[in-house]
């Protein structure tokens, strides 16, 4: 009896989808220990903090400075939860916020040095830890893994074919 091909709907098959079940297995796994360490990360870098706050803080961090809707267009959330959250960052000393010289109804968010250098003493142990762990591994390694994890990025920022 023969079976008939398989349709790109109903996925891969054999070696091909248990692999790409480890792929997700291995992700799940990924993203639950991304979430631990976040959650860690934010109290060490103020106690209380929320792993929201926290991630609000770090997109901050990583500009010099940005408006609340330049701030809520990249994290893909609402406006009113990153007034929260900024009001909170502003609360703790971790970020302050001015007025946009180009546009005087705007603010410009950036992080204090209180809070980079906190982020700095938090970030530290994990760069080391992650700096043990990848010794034994070939610098062509790290760029290859580095590189699919970006093309694999890249697929979730298509837009849905559905």
């Known amino acids: 009896m023969n079976t008939p091909p398989r349709s790109p709907v109903d996925g891969p098959s ?3 989808a248990e692999a790409i079940r480890e792929l997700e297995a291995g992700f799940t796994e990924l993203m639950g220990t991304f979430r631990r360490l976040v959650t860690e990360n ?10 929201s706050a926290f991630r609000v803080f770090l997109t901050i961090a990583q500009h010099e400075s940005i408006s609340p809707g330049s701030l809520s267009e990249t994290l893909l959330t609402d406006k009113s939860h990153i007034s929260r959250s900024v009001r909170d960052l502003e609360n703790r000393g971790l970020v302050k916020r001015e007025f946009d010289p180009n546009d005087a109804r705007s ?4 992080a204090t040095r209180h809070g980079l250098e906190q982020l700095e003493k ?18 062509r390694d790290i ?8 093309r694999i990025s890249a697929l979730s920022t298509r837009p849905s074919s559905s």
Do not use: C, I, T, Y
């Open 143 to 150: 760029r290859n893994l580095a590189r699919l994890l970006h």
């Open 122 to 139: 938090a970030n530290k142990p994990r760069e080391s830890a992650l700096l043990a762990e990848l010794e034994g591994w070939p610098e």
């Open 14 to 16: 054999g070696d091909r």
């Open 42 to 51: 934010a109290q060490l870098v103020s106690d209380g903090l929320s792993p």
């Open 107 to 110: 603010s410009l968010l950036s």
